[in-house]
């Protein structure tokens, strides 16, 4: 099968080397266009990079000579690791040019019509692209996003609880310094120190949850009525960000049957069988002192969330510990799994998927 | 002035050594035995100890000989740091004895009429040691605790807001690894990490707070009535406990209400005369980033708890952040404050402190 | 193929745990005993072990129950991951009932016809077993080290010198906590801290590299002739140690004719073809900043040596820092690689590695 | 006594917050001007700084409006914490302008006529600034310079042992991240990470303790002669540079006379004598495992230089281990210190310390 070329937009930061990293190898898609600033333009990309993850980029890719913003893209796939002023119009500008584009970049999660997916949690919210198409008279382009990275979590914990009604979420988050990109977060800030704020994600985990476990009704997404309220804070760990959540439900499940329902959930075809996809979304750790972020961060190659800690809370009815890896699920992995959900539904053109294993709606 | 002569039970731990190096040049009390494991029984403090804290032992304390837990004690005064098994009679052995014991174990916490004390919160639960005394027959001994060391910056934000009638309180602690002791939290485990589960905390942060806030009404302590559930996390930092607040009141105060509360709260005469209060016990810090845990936990000596982000909670009403360190005002800290409260109230024996500044009651 | 059964020593140790982490789906050996304390003995893996590695132990050993040390073994291959007082006697009663042992374990790799095997390094040395079995009488049992974790990046990057005459070597190392297993450092005495000194480390520094760039004749290995010179110290990092090392060497070689010894550098054969040989057993990085103990320790699956910062010493001739993660290719993984080597050499009786890429000497 | 002003170059940067820090309540000094970049100036000295320093500025200087760089000064007295650039032209400038300029800037020191000051290894320099000042036409201005963060240690642990004849040193450090100024060090390059490489700090290592360590003879320093090379490493810890060294010297003398030398080390009159002059400027540490950077880089308030580990080298001869505090005693400490031996010296004009203790020659 033939690859689909795709450009990564914002390919020197941090999380943009996380795209190039995550899609080396990958079945479907090949790194074909690197974007980077105005400084970097024009070099290759193993020049321009100061690559902050792990080893050093893959060969394929540092030949690339990077692009600047506003040069024409070829690749029919973008994925967008922008910061959030350069996101807003270039986004729209592509996909208004026939692109699909995948973005991390806050600046249009919360558009009208911009479908905010994870797929095991709300897949049908794709059916928004249509609507999207038709409104701005699209044809071949689309702008889908992911959550905010500590966002995320929270959605994959409570997808599988939406049977019981979710009522009220109170949140204390953990965060990584990978969460605040590269230089980010000074060393003499957060060695020895916990910062109990983190900029501006309070108020994503107040509303992007309630936008993603909403329901997909009449050409718009109905927003889940649930009271949110998140404190997020910031410790001195690499990777992975942890999330103290205490909910109010309607019902009145067990601890075995919220267990039950987070080990069973899968989210719906053909999401479980997307390359990207991790063989078990949730994990529930049953030991006391898990998950840890260290520890627990790499499960389903970060694709997965790690839960433990359920039990009863006195103010709210329950409480528990839910663990994401900030920088793959949260971000960059998160908008791959994304694109390939929009392959196999047939959102990028003539692309077909080697995909078989599953009937495709 | 003469001065007090005092025991440390413990003096080789971590909290032990505390003791040791806030009673150096204090001046009123006198380290003149150091009590230990019967393993280091009988070496010079400075060989039996393995010093954990920044420096070297104070010379003085460094030539004692460590007596064995079970040797007799002359000192009048003993500030306990054991381990809870080793705690448990061994007090009351002590203050049945005559001693008067300042303890920081948790064995005996909630013993009836053993006061629970945070000097400005409730010093008048001092008043609990006459019932002490006749129930058990003792004329000079008492035992008298200290709290938690995560419960510790719970009571101190919460004692300035009685006034407005507390009624649910959610916590979520990020605590520091010398709140374990030594050796405690292997590096292993907490390095690049998060640990979402402190054994034993959670427990006490829902019930010491509402002893502490209690009121001492006929002969006894009439617990407040409030709601609390904790979430207790461990953090890669040395010291220094941050803990998430929720809270819900009975009247609708003011954020600058709230504020005002804590920054003109000093706690009842005779507290704020005390040679180790705190010249402010409470701080609130305007800037929306603070507290942090490094760069905050020394305030006042340690002996301060500092606030910060205040702001409404959509579930709870109210929400904040509130700091103290662990093993200074957590532990050894408050023990002395409370060992010098004691002092002035008359339950020294004889012993008058140098301490002429307040008309004592 | 069937594959070879083997037995864990010290199974539920920090190194045991990579062992058993490491041979999950090895091509030729299976994990079918692993021997723990007589604490843990009679349970199950899972149940015995406190895992500190990432996620949780493979789910095939979890099930196993655990042995006692003095049990009677049935796997031929037994890898030994003891304490060293443990590993005294028992590593030689084992290899004299037959077993073929590869220890990590330091208490028996000064013992003369014991090899001490790097295999890039110095895979002829295997040829010391037929001298250790004529000598004690035994037919299929044997005993193999590998070095000391810092010792091991040493020994690599000084291998592909040995043309230049080496010799004098001087070395400070940082080295990772995981080097003092688990429990080990704790936590109060490294985070935000240097220890300078690591008990133990210095000595086998300044020995074991001179026994394995040494030669085997007349059935003994002659030490090489080098002055070394070691300063071992403790940083906060997880995993990695990092060797500063000055250099004197007899001829001057450039810069240049260094660096391409080392790319060049793959050991004799059948040594690049076994199943855990990196494919480049020494990176030499062009960037002035690295190796990075983080970026760099898993290069090549951790069995990868990375060396940078090669310049002039104005003191000896030459310096660099050399990097090698401490519990893969400094510990688990080499001795799993030594145990390759020998299924080659056919040292494990009558079992045939699938392996048929190269002419066996 | 009236104290004399002071101006702070650079004041909101991260060495100029510890000058501010460190001159609060000094018995001499008074903060009474700062200077900041053209982008803070017209502030207040608060609005103005991101304090990095524990808790916050202090409140006289919290007042201060902050000048730019080209304001004219009043002070008499200058510290400068400019960075190396903005350092060059401007402190001339204001030497010639009058003031007395003690700079803890790299621009200058290695200027032939500038005094590279450690008081008690070369307080005897000073006298270098009658010839600056002599062959610039100066009559009450100078510029006195302390030496590189990292070099300090070497130079204090150097200068006891110049009596046994310094041949050779050879260095590797392990250095705080606050050495890097603020924001500095990015945090995603320093957790769980060792940089084996630090910008420019390798030269200063090798040539400033040379100058420091030489003797002022016909009006120009004559360095010592000797061979150093150095290595130089960034570790994550906030503050404390630890320094691995080895050294030849001509003599042989014993351990105990080396220790011997740095246990008498006071350093020539009126130096123990000045306000900020630790009571021992090397401590040595006899326990194997000190000095640890957390623990002893306070010794002596942040002003006393910690020795341990003293042994043979095989290679050198001898070796040990030595640590300051980088920002305290190896930046701004150290000015002040400079400052003081200059104003007993009568150099900061009609200025007259409340000094009486000592003849000062």
Known sequence: MDKIDVAVLGATGAVGQRFV??????????????????RSAGQTYSDAVNWVLDGGPPEAVSALQVKALDDELSSPLVFSALPKEAADPREFELAAAGHV??????????????????????????????????RRGWTTGALVANSNCTSMPVVMAMAPLRRFGIRKIHMVSEQAISGAGYPGVASLDILDNVIPYVSGDE?????????????????????????????????????????NISVEL???????????????????????????????????????????????????????????????????GYKFAALSHNTIRGAAGCSIL????????????????????????
């Open 101 to 134: 584009v995948c973005t991390n970049a806050s600046a249009n999660r919360m558009v009208e019509d911009v479908p905010l997916l994870l797929p095991e949690a709300n897949a049908d919210h794709v059916g928004l692209i249509d609507v999207q198409r038709a």
């Open 21 to 38: 990293q995550l899609l080396e190898n990958h079945p479907w898609f090949r790194v074909s266009e690197v974007i980077g600033s105005s």
């Open 338 to 361: 994304n694109a390939e959900l929009l392959a196999v539904k047939g959102y990028l053109g003539s692309f077909e998927p080697a995909y078989s294993s599953v009937a495709v709606l």
């Open 250 to 316: 309607a019902e009145q499940p067990s601890l075995d049957e919220i267990i039950a329902a987070w080990e069973s959930f899968v989210g719906p075809d053909p999401v479980p069988q997307l390359p990207s996809a991790p063989a078990q979304p949730v994990y529930y750790l049953p030991q006391i002192d898990r998950p840890q972020i260290r520890r627990d961060r790499n499960a389903g190659q970060g694709m997965s969330t790690s839960i433990g800690r359920l039990r009863e809370c006195p103010i709210l």
């Open 203 to 243: 108020g994503k985990m107040e509303t992007e949850p309630r936008k993603m476990l909403g329901a997909l009704k009449n050409e718009a997404i109905e927003w889940l009525d649930v009271v949110a309220g998140a404190t997020c804070t910031r410790v001195p760990v690499i990777d992975g960000h942890l999330v």
